[in-house]
């Protein structure tokens, strides 16, 4: 009887290590950010590179944004009022 009795100790034991395991692998995967960081939406100025007598654009956007907006039209964006 006894040996009945730690084998559902030793079961126990185990299946509660074995879950415990699980839910910490899983809280620390979904503690990391998805992406990438793009942070907080600022002001842009972008002009056109080479053509000095083209209007700039203002654009307002995180830096993520920033890039796919670049890309889009090519035009090249700094920080406004740098």
């Given at each position: 009887?006894?040996?009945?009795?730690?084998?559902?100790?030793?079961?126990?034991?185990?299946?509660?290590?074995?879950?415990?395991?699980?839910?910490?692998?899983?809280?620390?995967?979904?503690?990391?950010?998805?992406g990438p960081e793009c942070g907080?939406?600022?002001?842009?100025?972008?002009?056109?590179?080479?053509?000095?007598?083209?209007?700039?654009?203002?654009?307002?956007?995180?830096?993520?944004?920033?890039?796919?907006?670049?890309?889009?039209?090519g035009r090249v964006?700094?920080?406004?009022?740098?």
């Open positions: 009887m006894k040996r009945v009795a730690k084998l559902g100790m030793f079961s126990l034991a185990s299946g509660t290590l074995a879950l415990a395991s699980v839910v910490l692998v899983r809280d620390t995967a979904n503690a990391r950010p998805p907080p939406t600022r002001q842009w100025s972008c002009a056109l590179p080479g053509c000095p007598d083209c209007y700039e654009v203002l654009f307002e956007g995180t830096v993520c944004e920033k890039v796919a907006f670049e890309k889009k039209t964006c700094s920080p406004e009022g740098s």
